[in-house]
């Protein structure tokens, strides 16, 4: 298949070598002829695919027994997969291994993980201009967006609304974006956009992050200079009707796709501790030159983070929140952990069950 990749009917949408490869192997260890297709949206054990044309395809028996023992493994926005007509349908065979992945971590004691988005390249931050900005919610986005492989890039929405006070926004929102650049749009006036879109380059997988009202749809209409997501005001106008909240990968004209996951809006989990560090470098980058390798930034002489908040350059509301997105993340990671133990041994001891029964079956008794 090599040889058609460029002009492959799926590169508008973010096909590329790797995913090719991917395929190649699932297509080689298939008895059956397998196309591959990119999801647009997961429903109930279904989901919506490409090829390029829309189509809805159910799950393999394979790929839902393994999405019922692991709803991590289950397809997923933007994933890619290898499908197969059987008769009036079409069967998701196997999912392709992902790079970027959104995931929401479960919240509730025995709540799964949710892969939200697989496959993305970048994920836009979106903060408005006239309601703080909000540093520790940017913090705890940026986190979720290192988390994930992507590159976080924020945007600060809805500039014109913030007037004579937006340098001082935007001062304020570098200070806590350490590695990710910056940019400052207005969906109204039309101010960054032609920057932002810029960066929309021809098959990356995009995805917005940013609280309800933020200006998302706004600000994706903008760059689109069309209707391709509602706004809030439109969806105010319809409450209480019926409205599709389908996932969708949203074609830009710049080739780059936008994934639309209306579930983004609830996340407020940290990703994993990598993430939080990734964040929060800055401050990592001091505490690499305290005098002791194992500083707690305490009463430690020679700790070079005490250092900088006695200098004021560094923010002890940064330096706390820091210590408490690192807690959060590390409690996230140790009770996943202790789920993933408990099925691991529910399903040994199924197992177990199945193997004995079997042995007892053979033996006669
Ligand atoms: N003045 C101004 N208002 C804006 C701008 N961008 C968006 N808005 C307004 O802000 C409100 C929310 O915008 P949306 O684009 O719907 O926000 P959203 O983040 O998509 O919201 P959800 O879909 O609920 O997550 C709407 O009333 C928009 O008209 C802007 O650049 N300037
Ligand atoms: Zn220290």
């Known amino acids: 298949m090599s040889e058609n990749t460029f002009g492959h009917p799926l590169s508008g949408l973010g096909w590329n070598p ?39 395809a159910s799950l393999a028996p394979a790929v839902r027994k393994a999405a019922e023992t692991d709803p991590a493994t289950a397809p997923t926005s933007g994933d890619w997969v290898a499908v ?10 196997a999912v392709l291994e992902r790079s ?18 697989a496959n993305i390249d970048a994920v836009l931050i979106c903060e408005a201009a006239d309601q703080g900005p909000n540093v520790g919610r940017l913090e705890r986005f940026l986190s979720l967006a290192w988390t994930s492989g992507a590159t976080p890039i924020v945007a600060i929405t809805k500039a014109e609304l913030a007037g004579e006070r937006l340098p001082e926004v935007v001062e304020l929102v570098e200070s806590v974006t350490t590695g990710a650049d910056v940019h400052t749009v207005s969906a ?16 990356a997988t995009w995805v917005l992050l940013g609280t309800s009202g933020a200006g998302k749809s706004s600000l ?15 969806r105010e106008d319809r409450r209480g009707r019926h409205t599709t909240t389908h996932r969708q990968l949203i074609p830009m004209p710049g080739g780059a ?21 990734r964040t929060f470098a800055d401050i990592n980058a001091l505490a690499e030159q305290c005098r002791f390798r194992d500083c707690a930034h305490g009463d430690e002489p020679g700790c ?62």
């Open 18 to 56: 790797r995913v090719e490869t991917a395929f190649d192997a699932a297509a080689r260890h298939s008895t059956h002829v397998l196309l591959p297709a990119r999801v647009t949206e997961a429903r109930r054990g279904a989901v919506g695919v490409r090829l390029p044309q829309h189509e809805t």
């Open 84 to 93: 197969r007509r059987s008769g009036d349908t079409w069967l998701v065979e």
């Open 100 to 117: 970027g992945t959104l995931v929401r971590q479960g919240v509730a004691k025995d709540s799964h993980d949710q892969v939200l988005a």
């Open 188 to 203: 109204h006036t039309g101010l960054g956009l032609e920057e932002l879109a810029a960066r929309l380059r021809p098959g």
């Open 220 to 234: 994706l209409n903008a760059l689109a200079g069309k209707t391709v997501m509602e706004t809030g005001a439109i």
């Open 257 to 277: 796709l936008f994934l639309d996951i209306p579930g983004v809006r609830r996340i407020d989990v940290p990703g994993d501790e990598s993430g939080v560090d």
């Open 304 to 365: 070079a983070v005490n250092a900088a908040v006695d200098e004021g350059e560094l923010d002890t509301r940064r330096l706390e929140r820091w210590y408490k997105l690192r807690r959060e993340a590390e409690w996230n990671r140790s009770r996943g952990d202790a789920r993933l133990r408990a099925e691991r041994r529910k399903e040994w001891k199924k197992n177990d069950r199945h193997g004995r029964e079997a042995a007892r079956r053979k033996r006669g008794y």
